[in-house]
């Protein structure tokens, strides 16, 4: 991390005290976004250069609206159950600002005296702050935007990972270790299909759990790594006929092997959302699919497919501790960098491993993380492209906080 892109030097003039702040949650929830969103709301706190502190319900369109809570009213005990809330406490929207838009949002930041800018998000949430921030310098409005990062997808630039993932990643892990107990139980082939339209990160959390050399997911496949129909029945196939059942985990945007997305050939209406994106999620037309390939080329009576949808972000009751106080540290690290800075996004740098895990937070520019992301690196996905490396479990496990164990006693020796 060390030649990541500087955030915006300080500037020479202090904003006066008074000014007043609003925080905003964009695009998909999370588990820990509201730590984050705390973790700010804390920080504020400590700092006679903000008088008020405004939520913006449901993000930039609430902004527009003049649609704001109080958020400085909320007493310790709220704030901790706050914390401890899956999804956005605040409402979300993928809006996307083009400049009339932000002529809007100035209005109010006028109207306001609004001169800091927090927003919780993915890349597009950093572009929106990128260009706002822009749009402030242009017309002279004395503005400090900050990015803070979310995305249970881990595909942000520059940082080494993302709040969001460590929590999601540990709810792949124990539903799929349930699922392969399940399948021990009953014998067949099951399929799940994961969120990751661009990365594997997510897809490959689902490996974490394995605790016995026959464990699944046996299969795992990737967006990084285009996928034949007929390399994915030959692995199942084979898998198959040495445990006598299959478990596979597949990314929703998995490639056939011309680059061209399955979700996509299979998709008769292409629905995209206000950024252009093809919607993945919320179908089972991918898992049907794979499940009556396998049903038909192979002749396996037992096949069944499973889409993990809206569930994979935002599970009450799985939560990696890890996660929650790094995102909550993220929050509060906006606000200090505010404080000197002009604008940025917050990073994350490991600076520990194993046993001896650690991170520090660094500011870096909104640029760098705005409108782009990152796949899965290749040295976490085994050279046949169906499984993980040793490299990525021991980059994904601390951020989860550990697992549950489990036991079969099909297992034992019989008598």
């Not at 804390?42 to 319900?57: C, F, P, Q, R, T």
């Not at 749009?135 to 803070?148: N, P, Q, T």
């Not at 021990?184 to 394995?210: E, N, Q, S």
């Amino acid at each position: 991390m060390a030649d990541a892109p500087k955030a915006n030097p300080v500037r020479n003039k202090r904003i006066s005290n008074g000014a007043n702040a609003v925080v905003g949650q964009s695009g998909g929830p999370t588990a820990v976004i509201n730590a984050s969103l705390v973790g700010v709301i804390e920080e504020v706190n400590k700092h006679s250069e903000i008088e008020d502190l405004y939520g913006a319900v449901h993000a930039v369109a609430g902004i527009v609206k003049e649609d704001f809570i109080d958020l400085k009213k909320l007493s310790a005990d709220k704030l901790e159950e706050v914390a401890g809330s899956p999804c956005s406490a605040l409402g979300s929207s993928r809006d996307k600002p083009d400049n009339e838009y932000c002529a809007r949002i100035f209005e109010v930041f006028k109207k306001r005296d609004i001169r800091y800018f927090f927003y919780i998000g993915g890349n597009d949430s950093a572009s929106t702050v990128h260009i706002i921030n822009s749009m402030a310098d242009e017309v002279g409005y004395d503005l400090r935007a900050f990015h803070i990062p979310k995305t249970i997808d881990n595909d942000l630039l520059v940082t080494d990972h993302c709040p969001g993932y460590g929590t999601a990643a540990k709810f792949e892990a124990c539903a799929l270790m349930g699922d392969d107990l399940d399948n021990r139980a009953l014998p067949g082939i099951k399929i799940d299909v994961i969120m990751g339209r661009h990365a594997g990160f997510l897809t490959a959390a689902t490996a974490l759990g394995r605790q016995r050399d026959d464990d699944g997911p046996h299969l795992t496949y990737f967006p990084e790594r285009p996928v034949s129909m007929d390399k994915f029945l030959s692995d199942v196939e084979g898998v198959y006929r040495k445990l006598g059942r299959c478990v596979v985990a597949v990314s929703e945007g998995i490639c056939d092997a011309d680059g061209v997305v399955w979700a996509e050939k299979l998709a008769k209406e292409r629905e995209t959302d206000a950024h252009g994106n093809i919607q993945l999620s919320g179908s089972s037309s991918l898992a049907d699919f794979l499940a009556g390939q396998v049903r038909g080329e192979l002749k396996v009576k037992r096949v069944r497919a499973d889409t993990f949808g809206y569930l994979q972000r935002s599970f009450v009751g799985v939560r990696s501790e890890v996660d929650s106080d790094e995102a909550r540290r993220c929050g509060r690290e906006a606000v200090k960098f505010a404080m000197e800075a002009d604008s940025g996004s917050v990073a994350i740098k490991r600076i520990g491993h194993g046993a001896d895990y650690a991170i520090e937070l660094f500011l870096t520019e909104l640029s760098s993380v705005a409108e782009k992301t990152k796949p899965m690196p290749l040295e976490f996905i085994n050279a046949g492209g169906d499984g993980v490396t040793e490299a990525f479990i021991e980059y994904a496990m601390p951020l989860t906080g550990g697992l549950p164990k489990t036991y079969y006693l099909g297992n034992e020796p019989k008598v």
